[in-house]
């Protein structure tokens, strides 16, 4: 067998493992969860037993109502934990019987007698159903033995191949033969790639989601450790309010005061006006500001002198002299 095909199937076993085990641990996380919340309801229980005034049940209504609230987000993360589990089968039962049926298509010469199990049926409507462990741990074994099988088959072939014109001495003629062998050999051999390529999907994935939920879990076993833990009564003294938290406003005497942020319905009247509200952020710019007027293009414009051009002089025409009426007139009585 191939070295590295033997490490693709040791590394998906070892991880596989690794995936049981954090979802191994989340289950005893929630059931040490269980028993703090059980801890919580009897010693409520006790404590109203013990103190049935009304006021002192008004005060431990508190205390009831942070029980509540606990076992509302017990009940959603182990709701997620289901829904992940329920997946994991889903995506195991499927492929099982992706490869079972290929197997039988193809008409392998692999023996899936010891192989074929009848697991219960995956339930596509019932998403927080929770299977047996044995049935997950058992389809993912038999999905890795079916990749490791349809493997052995593919190098049986290739050798088959290789030596096929030694063993049966047929020459050149049973090329197209052998070269169609080869390439249906190629096929089951990228068909098993790609289940083990389904499978690595499968387990990054599911990982992944597993962290978050052990993450989310964890960090909520913190909370109510430290919740159950604390021995302290609070008063005025230990209200810290942050700065951001703060709203400044005017009261009747034009003094500035700040209150708490959580009052948002400070009345807008003239005695009592809101200024601004202090956060840590920089003021942004007020773009409140008048805009400058830009020049109104739609004025009419005023028409500027036209330059007159000097004429040019046409030249005159001289016109016949006029002889003086006297002279005529000389000349007529001289005639």
Avoid: W
């Amino acid at each position: 067998m191939n070295p590295n095909h033997q490490f693709q199937m040791d590394k998906l076993k070892k991880n596989f493992r690794s995936i049981i085990n954090l979802s191994t641990n989340i289950l005893k996380i929630k059931k040490n969860i269980d028993i703090k919340l059980n801890r919580m309801k009897d010693s409520y229980n006790l404590v109203v037993q013990n103190n049935n005034k009304k006021i002192f049940l008004f005060c431990l209504d508190s205390f009831y109502f942070q029980y509540k609230n606990y076992i509302i987000e017990s009940d959603n993360l182990d709701k997620l934990r289901l829904l992940i589990l329920n997946r994991m089968y889903c995506d195991y039962y499927k492929l099982y019987n992706i490869i079972i049926k290929f197997v039988k298509e193809q008409k392998k010469n692999i023996d899936l007698h010891d192989l074929e199990n009848d697991y219960p049926i995956y339930k596509d409507l019932e998403p927080f159903l929770e299977y047996k462990s044995h049935d997950l741990n058992s389809i993912h074994s038999n999905i890795l033995s079916l990749i490791n099988l349809l493997y052995i088959e593919t190098n049986s072939n290739l050798d088959d191949i290789t030596h096929y014109n030694d063993n049966n001495k047929m020459g050149f003629s049973i090329s197209n033969f052998l070269n169609t062998l080869g390439y249906e050999n190629k096929l089951l051999k990228e068909q098993t790639e790609l289940y083990i390529n389904y499978l690595c999907f499968f387990h990054i994935s599911q990982k992944k989601q597993l962290k978050s939920i052990y993450s989310k879990i964890l960090d909520f076993n913190k909370e109510i450790e430290a919740n159950m833990n604390i021995n302290k009564t609070y008063s005025i003294d230990d209200i810290i309010i942050e700065d951001s938290e703060m709203i400044a406003y005017r009261d009747e005497n034009n003094n500035e005061c700040l209150v708490q942020n959580v009052f948002d319905d400070i009345p807008d009247t003239k005695d009592n006006i809101l200024i601004s509200k202090i956060q840590d952020t920089k003021e942004e710019p007020n773009n409140d500001e008048p805009k400058k007027e830009e020049p109104n293009n739609d004025e009419p414009k005023k028409e500027e002198p036209k330059k007159e051009e000097p004429k040019k002089e046409e030249p005159k025409k001289e016109e016949p002299k006029k002889e003086p009426q006297n002279k005529r007139k000389k000349m007529t009585m001289g005639m």
